[in-house]
Every structure is written in C-alpha cells, then in structure tokens.
T-cell receptor, first 112, second 112 residues
Framework: DADVTQTPRNRITKTGKRIMLECSQT?????MYWYRQDPGLGLQLIYY???????NKGEISDGYSVSRQAQAKFSLSLESAIPNQTALYFC???????????FGSGTQLSVL | GENVEQHPSTLSVQEGDSAVIKCTYS??????FPWYKQELGKGPQLIID?????GEKKDQRIAVTLNKTAKHFSLHITETQPEDSAVYFC???????????FGKGTTLSVSS
C-alpha cells in the first residue's frame, strides 16, 4: 500500500461546484503539504500544516481551504471551483524540516 | 520570499551523454537544496540533496554542486539512460522558511 494516498485520482467538475480532495498517510509524519502542478509552472505550494492545530497559507492559497482532521489526514477544498483551478494536485508529507518529502500519486482535477 | 529559477525547461540528449540542469535562488539564507524526479503519472521523488555546508555531493551517476556565492546549484547526470527521461525539479528551503519552494521543472528526454 502507498504511504501517501490521494483520492480521487481523477475528477471532473463544473464551475461553481464545491469539491474536496483528500490525502491520507501512514508515515506517521506531522508535516503535510498541498502543491499544485501546472505545465511549465512547476510545483506551487497551496497550504501546509505542521500538526493538527497548525494551518499555514502557501504561495497560492486564494480560492482554496484545507482541513487537518487528524495527523494522518489533510484535505483540500475548492469552495467554488473555477476553470483556472484545473491542474494536477499533490499531497506530500515530511518527517522533519529539511528531510525529504513523500508525495502521493496526485489528483488530476478538471473544472469545466 | 524565496524564488527559484530553473533552466533549461527542456533538455534532449543521446543515451550515454551527460545532462546538466541549473537552478538559481534568491534568498542567501537558503540552506537546503533537493532535487526531485517525476516520472509520468507519478508524484515527484527525491533523488539527491545538498546542504549549504557542502559544495558537491555524488550518488553513482548523479551529482549536485552548490555555489553559495553565486547562489546557484546544478544537477549533473552522467552516462544518461532512457530511464532517466522524466521531469526534474530543483527546490530550496530558506533558513527561516518552513516549506520548499520549487523551480518550474526541466523535462529531460534521453533517446537511444
């Protein structure tokens, strides 16, 4: 089983819909991240969390929200999806600052 | 905040040739520089990293060099093989920072 699991793997939705992307991990890591990948733009940080009570905005948090339901679960929500949020979304975990990130397999989101 | 620029955006080499990808960073306090490889349909995976107290690090066919004065670091892949074809991302972590900032990625194609 994967250490970092993202669901769903693919999602097509319509403009204005609310959508949640979920991430769960079995690494026992406190640090979790959401990144967005667009062709030619690399990986951009959306939100990150260092424990259940800690939530921080990243480079591109507008239009997104997150919830850290437990150490193992970190979900990303789009309250009202818009077409320019079409992208590949990655969740990642990390044991300690400066250690390697473990990425999930990604969620491809298309907003029509 | 930290800004990481990566060049080239695409790189094509013949099998057996060397490949070099370069990154520059803006924050002189940055102290950790990892490189991630992303294969098609997968999340990025760490392949090598370097910290600011080291100038060079090697792992078999892969090496990373760091020039703190010029604020740039490079990935060197020797004797390239078709399985090296992937997207490569550099990243930087500032001393005061709490998350990695990634470059925009380099698509490496190795033809046999």
């Amino acid at each position: 089983d994967a250490d970092v699991t993202q669901t769903p793997r693919n999602r097509i939705t319509k403009t204005g819909k609310r959508i949640m992307l979920e991430c769960s991990q079995t690494k026992g890591h406190d640090r979790m991240y959401w990144y967005r990948q667009d062709p030619g733009l690399g990986l951009q940080l959306i939100y990150y969390s260092f424990d259940v009570k800690d939530i921080n905005k990243g480079e591109i948090s507008d239009g997104y929200s997150v919830s850290r339901q437990a150490q193992a679960k970190f979900s990303l929500s789009l309250e009202s999806a818009i077409p320019n949020q079409t992208a590949l979304y990655f969740c990642a975990t990390q044991g300690h600052l400066g250690e390697k990130l473990f990425f999930g397999s990604g969620t491809q989101l298309s907003v029509l | 905040g930290e800004n990481v620029e990566q060049h080239p955006s695409t790189l094509s080499v013949q099998e057996g040739d060397s490949a070099v990808i370069k990154c520059t960073y803006s924050d002189s306090a940055s102290n950790y520089f990892p490189w991630y490889k992303q294969e098609l349909g997968k999340g990025p995976q760490l392949i090598i990293d370097i910290r600011s107290n080291v100038g060079e690090k090697k792992d078999q066919r892969i090496a990373v060099t760091l020039n703190k004065t010029a604020k740039h670091f490079s990935l060197h892949i020797t004797e390239t093989q078709p399985e090296d074809s992937a997207v490569y991302f550099c990243a930087a972590l500032t001393q005061a920072g709490t998350a990695l900032i990634f470059g925009k990625g380099t698509t490496l194609s190795v033809s046999s």
